[in-house]
T-cell receptor, first 115, second 113 residues
């Protein structure tokens, strides 16, 4: 129940295209769903996050779509650029805003944006 | 800018030695910090939760005597890999919560020869 399933494992997108990464969870108590971007040899950087009381959140070229009934959420990267090439992790946690913020990570998606 | 500072970025050590990794929260206090471990091309696995002024909480399967955690102040947590062996070689990352979000350090690549 603590797992977060992420797909695809890898993704190749042409420059200017839309990158879509999907995640699914089981634990309905999760109340915070962030996405992280990680470049090789670096720590993950928070990209965008959503709470289950909204169905969509957009920040620049990045959009999270959230389907509470299906227990799924996805990251959309519009107008994908070569600089977006990185590994993306979805995550979920309990106690949003609390001191715990214990995150459960998905398995990661390696995105390659071709020029 | 970075809100969590982690040092060193990489370290190479001989088998049997101990290595200390520091994680600092910059300009904010963190009563809780988290330590993760990541193998190449794999996800982040939570190792332990570091609690200021009390004992760390370890995840199942993580040896607390191997991975010593000390959270002596509200801005500093340390992870010491004791008697390191080649199988301990990995990327170690710390994180700290701030305003409901979790921020990560830049990670430490440990190579044990």
């Amino acid at each position: 129940q603590q797992q977060v399933k992420q797909s695809p494992q890898s993704l190749i997108v042409q420059k200017g295209g839309i990158s879509i990464i999907n995640c699914a969870y089981e634990n309905t108590a999760f109340d915070y769903f962030p996405w992280y971007q990680q470049f090789p040899g670096k720590g993950p950087a928070l990209l965008i996050a959503i709470r289950p009381d909204v169905s969509e959140k957009k920040e620049g070229r990045f959009t999270i779509s959230f389907n509470k009934s299906a227990k799924q959420f996805s990251l959309h990267i519009m107008d994908s650029q070569p600089g977006d090439s990185a590994t993306y992790f979805c995550a979920a946690s309990l106690n949003y805003g609390g001191a715990t913020n214990k995150l459960i990570f998905g398995t990661g998606t390696l995105l390659a944006v071709q020029p | 800018g970075a809100v969590v500072s982690q040092h060193p970025s990489w370290v190479i050590c001989k088998s049997g030695t101990s290595v200390k990794i520091e994680c600092r929260s910059l300009d904010f206090q963190a009563t809780t910090m988290f330590w993760y471990r990541q193998f190449p091309k794999q996800s982040l696995m939570l190792m332990a939760t570091s609690n200021e002024g009390s004992k760390a909480t370890y995840e199942q399967g993580v040896e607390k005597d191997k991975f010593l955690i000390n959270h002596a102040s509200l801005t500093l947590s340390t992870l010491t890999v004791t008697s390191a062996h080649p199988e301990d070689s990995s990327f170690y990352i710390c994180s700290a919560p701030r305003t409901g979000k979790l921020f990560f350090g830049s990670g430490t690549q440990l190579s044990v020869l």
